[in-house]
């Protein structure tokens, strides 16, 4: 019976572990210090960027944006999303049913909500971007990211 409960705490020992590697900054290829990202961002780019802080709705010059381009993360060109996957959520943020590729973001589950959510995060400089909640487009995905506007840039075809 000991060891059995032993056994538990040092799998969920290990669990947390893992889970603390995966989501550390040390992951993201790119590394630059508090100071250098506060130089090179504006202040609302850092406020969310880098404070995962979050836009007010309706503010994002790219929530119009419907010709053919890319949206590419604000603080390192990461491509993000692609127009074709963005729809009219009304929320007041851009949104997106799915990623331009999967392996350019990190996903992290996110209960600060009280309900499902998950946080994403650019793969590459580990920059917040959103959430990602189950009310999107139920034809397509049935996912809604909801993506700061702050957070991106758009570049067109
Ligand atoms: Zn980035």
Redesign the pocket.
């Given at each position: 019976m000991k060891k059995s409960i032993l056994l538990v705490f040092t799998l969920m020992a290990l669990g947390c572990n893992s889970n603390a590697q995966k989501t550390s900054s040390k992951q993201?290829p790119?590394q630059k210090t508090d100071m250098e990202w506060k130089a090179e961002l504006s202040s609302q780019e850092y406020k969310v960027?880098r404070g995962k802080g979050t836009e007010r709705a309706f503010t994002s010059e790219l929530l119009d944006v419907k010709e053919p381009g890319t949206f590419?993360?604000?603080?390192?060109?990461?491509e993000?999303y692609r127009t074709e996957h963005k729809f009219n959520s009304g929320t007041g943020w851009p949104s997106f049913d799915r990623a331009f590729d999967d392996s350019n973001l990190v996903y992290k589950p996110d209960n600060s909500y009280g309900y499902y959510a998950v946080e994403v995060?650019?793969?590459?400089?580990?920059?917040h971007?959103g959430h990602i909640f189950k009310d999107g487009p139920k034809e397509t995905t049935g996912k809604r990211h909801c993506i700061n506007g702050i957070?991106m840039d758009f570049v067109k075809d």
């Open positions: 993201f790119i960027l590419v993360c604000a603080a390192c060109g990461n993000l995060l650019c793969a590459d400089c580990g920059g971007l957070a």
